[in-house]
């Protein structure tokens, strides 16, 4: 049952990649066609020639820029999703998240939880101190994006909740002391080993 939607989104991202490898390709184009007619027309010592390359030089920055921050960032973050959360916070939970910082931007990309888990659950626990709680057996999804922030990658999990996916995205806290993420990948590893999509790596974390 959850093989279709897995397929139906594959689909979905590549054709948006594809849509923006051809917008990038053809704003390239239309600036290297540009710059031959205006070589060709104006003087390479004229002022006006200096401020044409410049002005436009910008203009494909920020086309470019715009095109990639539409296919990794505007629906990177999971929205309106409804979580049912309750005030009772378990002990000895063991935090796998951090907030790294990046100017505001993280709060984009980000899901606005922390997040943690034990020997059977996974939790959310949102800013006003509120938990939800997701048995790991119901995670579907634990993988690695493509964003990173400050040297972490932000992974996600996604979890099937009363027959609706949940999608949570985090960057991990893991480091030479701290081994939580890597104890939670472990686990969910040996409880379903088909649903972690990325590989562990040092080198890529």
Known sequence: MNSRPKRESGTKNGSKQKTMIKRVILTILLYAIFLVGITLTMSSMDNHYLIAIVISSFVVAFLIGREVYKKYFLDFKPKRQNINYNNFVPNDLIRISTKPFLFGLEKKLLSDDEFYFDNENFYAINQENKTAKFDLKNITELSRTDVNINNRTIWQVKINAENKELVFKF???????????????NRIKTLNPSVVKSKWSLWRM
């Open 171 to 185: 960057a991990h806290n893991y480091t030479i002391w701290n081994k939580s993420f890597l104890n939670f990948y």
